[in-house]
Every structure is written in structure tokens, then in C-alpha cells.
């Protein structure tokens, strides 16, 4: 048993002298509903919980758009797990809360982090000290519907790699009733699904801008290239020519599930729920490049950190399961079950994961994806979505819709770093 423990300790670059050894001590983990991801954390709790038998972990699980309030809630109230699921781009609102603590650099080494994990890993440090740690990382990639490609007569086995030919390839692919109606979309969009990190992180740099400033205080999407990206992205759902419909079927995934779409972008945490289709065969490809060539992707990840409120026993417990939820042998579980990449580059860049047709996309993708870092994710992707809106319901031009986000987005920026 504690060979096995500190088999799982050493691997995830933890100091076995750090941790103590807790006695029968239960501690709860908290994430939000996502079937894939509940089903991967109840397979690691076992796989924990046999190694550890003296340790229980509760989990805990909530919808995702109440996951934070419920966290601060029970934070108030002198409760909140010991250790608890985030996305990136909430650390500094967890911090600001007081909701999770630093890692401690005896238990989790800063250089072997950095030495083992993919860069981006960098999103959860703040002044030197690590705030968490993901068990695995997400980028992007076209994922198409090969029945419909081949129907409208285009190879299914030579998806688009151009943007020109993701927009030839939509036009051949849409389908419409007699009135002229939408039945099946060239591609599903929408920017409360990945559409707005593709359009920032994607788009408006394949068109020669950068979204913010190299020091992420300032947005500076609203200029030529920005316009030029913008506009794009709005001609493939605007005018008589549109080949899909913002909001079709209500969501992007939905659409590509249902066999309604030819096409959409999404992240590799898709790939478990994807894999239940049996009506159709779809691949994966990368991101389409500019007419020059050049590709740009996003990254991000969900970390796990430990609860400000974990202490004693009740800590070295949570560091014990942190650390073995960023292991190799987790990482490894996380990617057969809900199709996310390692976040450790020894585990992810293996030969086999590298040229398979579904995972080689995405870990291409990560060779020039770049991670956004939001100071208020939620109120940053609203602005996106807000943007969206007004072009498409309100008949907003581009010009003026891109400068309204702008402004709006400055606002949530400059707020945030006034109290810095």
C-alpha cells in the first residue's frame, strides 16, 4: 500500500516527506455536472480511496451555472470542499474570494511543474506560487460530419484546411426547406458555445491582430484586423448567403449530434460525448488555416486546487488526492473517459496519441494555441456573446457591434486591475 502510494507520489512530483499520513479522514471534492467528467472522478476516487483506505472523498456535483455561487455560498458559511474544480480563467475571482489556498512548494515543486506539466500550466501562478494543478488541458479542432460532406459531394476524408475552404465546404453542405428556412447548418455556431475563444484567439489573429496587449490589460481587437475577423466570422450567419443560424438548436453540439450539422468547432472535452454517435462517422481535423498558411488555436484547462478552509488532517488528505489526480495514471484514465489531453507533456506527446486520427489534431493544435488570461471569464465571454447578438437579432454592423464589445470589455478590464 505505501509502495503504491509513493509510486503515485513521485509521479505527480510530490514530496513524500510533505505529506503526513491521514487517519480515517473524509474530505469532499466538488465539480460541476459534466456526465464524462463525473463518470472519470468517481473511477479516480475508487482507484484513490483503494490506495488510501483511512481517506474518503465525497463528491460533489452541481450545475455549472451555479457551480460558483455555490462554492462562495458555502464558503461564507464556513463550509466548501477541500478541494475543488475551476476553470482557468476563474483564479483570480477564487483568490479574490478567498476560496482556495496556495500550493505548498514542499508538497508540489515549482520546477517540477513547470518541468513536467505543458506551459499553459502557467495560468494558475500568480507571484511565484501555484494556485492549482489540471489534470488535463483542451484545444480546439473542426470536427465534421463525413456523411454530409460526402452527399454534397466533397471527399470525406479531406476535410477543410483553409478558412476559403471551410466556407466552400458550408455552402455545399447547407440545406434548406422550400421556404427558404435553415434545416441543416454548413457549420454550428454560436458564441456561448467555443465560438468566441475561436473568433480571439483564432480568428482575430489569423487576420494579423492580437485580442489584448502583450500585458492583457488592454483590448486591442478593435482595429482593422479585428473588423476584418469579425466580419468574417458574422458573414457565415448574416445576409441571404448565410450557411448556418446563430442559436440552431439551441446549441452548437447539439446541432452536430443531431446529424444537422456538417460541421463545428469544439473542444477535446467533446470527445466522450461524441463518441455515443452511431447514426453517422465524423472526424476531427485542425483549426483551418489563413490564406498564408498560418494556423492559431486556444488552450485552456480546468485545475483542481485546495480549499482555503482545508487544514490539518483534512489538508494532507486533499494534497494527497490533488496529487494523485495530476498523475501520469489519472491523466491517463481522464483522457480514455472523457477524451481531454494529458496535462503532462510525457503522458500527452506519446508516439500513439501524436498520429491517432482523433487525438493528433488537438495535440497539434496546442503547438500554437495561446491560453486567454481572463480576469472575470463569465463577463468576458458575455460581451462576445452580447456582440453576436446584436449582429445577428439586432442587425448591428460589425464596425459598431466590435467597438461596443471593445469598450464593454476595457471596462471589466480596467475595474479589475484598478484594485490591483
Do not use: C
Request: proline share 5%; no cysteine; hydrophobic share 45%.
Amino acid at each position: 500500500m505505501r509502495r503504491a502510494l509513493a509510486l503515485t507520489a513521485l509521479s505527480a512530483g510530490v514530496s513524500l516527506a510533505a505529506l503526513g499520513s491521514a487517519q480515517a479522514v473524509e474530505i469532499e471534492y466538488w465539480q460541476y455536472v459534466f456526465d464524462t467528467r463525473v463518470q472519470a472522478m468517481d473511477q479516480l476516487i475508487a482507484n484513490f480511496e483503494e490506495a488510501n483506505p483511512d481517506i474518503t472523498v465525497n463528491h460533489q456535483t452541481f450545475p455549472y451555472a451555479d457551480y460558483q455561487t455555490r462554492v462562495v455560498a458555502a464558503n461564507v458559511a464556513g463550509q466548501g470542499p477541500d478541494v475543488a474544480q475551476l476553470f482557468y480563467g476563474w483564479l483570480d475571482n477564487f483568490i479574490a474570494g478567498g476560496l482556495i489556498q496556495p500550493l505548498d512548494p514542499e508538497v508540489f515543486p515549482t520546477e517540477e511543474i513547470e518541468a513536467d506539466f505543458f506551459p499553459i500550466v502557467s495560468a494558475m501562478e500568480r507571484d511565484g506560487q501555484y494556485w492549482g494543478l489540471p489534470t488535463a488541458v483542451r484545444s480546439l479542432a473542426l470536427f465534421y460530419n463525413k456523411d454530409i460532406l460526402e452527399a454534397a459531394g466533397l471527399d470525406p476524408e479531406s476535410p477543410p484546411q483553409t478558412l476559403d475552404e471551410l466556407v466552400e465546404a458550408a455552402e455545399a453542405t447547407v440545406e434548406r426547406d422550400g421556404g427558404g428556412n435553415i434545416t441543416t447548418v454548413g457549420i454550428a455556431m454560436g458564441m456561448a458555445g467555443q465560438d468566441h475563444q475561436w473568433w480571439r484567439e483564432g480568428l482575430v489573429r489569423q487576420f494579423g491582430g492580437q485580442p489584448y496587449s502583450d500585458d492583457g490589460r488592454t483590448v486591442t481587437y478593435n482595429d482593422e484586423a479585428g473588423l476584418a475577423a469579425t466580419t468574417w466570422q458574422a458573414d457565415l450567419y448574416l445576409g441571404d448567403d448565410a450557411v448556418t443560424q446563430v442559436g440552431f438548436m439551441d446549441e452548437p453540439q447539439a446541432a452536430f449530434r443531431a446529424g444537422r450539422a456538417a460541421m463545428t468547432i469544439d473542444g477535446t472535452f467533446r470527445l466522450g460525448a461524441f463518441g455515443s454517435i452511431e447514426e453517422f462517422e465524423w472526424g476531427v481535423t485542425e483549426l483551418p488555416a489563413n490564406e498564408d498558411g498560418m494556423r492559431s488555436n486556444y488552450a485552456s484547462y480546468f485545475a483542481n486546487a485546495i480549499g482555503a478552509r482545508a487544514e490539518g488532517e483534512e489538508l494532507e488528505a486533499a494534497q494527497k488526492f490533488l496529487a494523485y489526480i495530476s498523475s501520469p495514471e489519472a491523466m491517463e484514465i481522464w483522457l480514455d473517459v472523457v477524451g481531454e489531453l494529458p496535462a503532462r507533456k510525457d503522458v500527452a506527446l506519446t508516439e500513439e496519441n501524436l498520429s491517432d486520427p482523433i487525438y493528433g489534431p488537438f495535440l497539434a493544435g496546442l503547438e500554437y494555441a495561446h491560453t486567454t488570461i481572463f480576469v472575470d471569464e463569465a463577463a468576458q465571454r458575455q460581451v462576445a456573446i452580447d456582440m453576436e447578438s446584436r449582429m445577428s437579432l439586432q442587425g448591428q454592423s460589425p464596425a459598431d457591434s466590435l467597438a461596443a464589445a471593445a469598450e464593454e470589455e476595457q471596462a471589466i478590464l480596467d475595474d479589475f486591475y484598478a484594485d490591483q
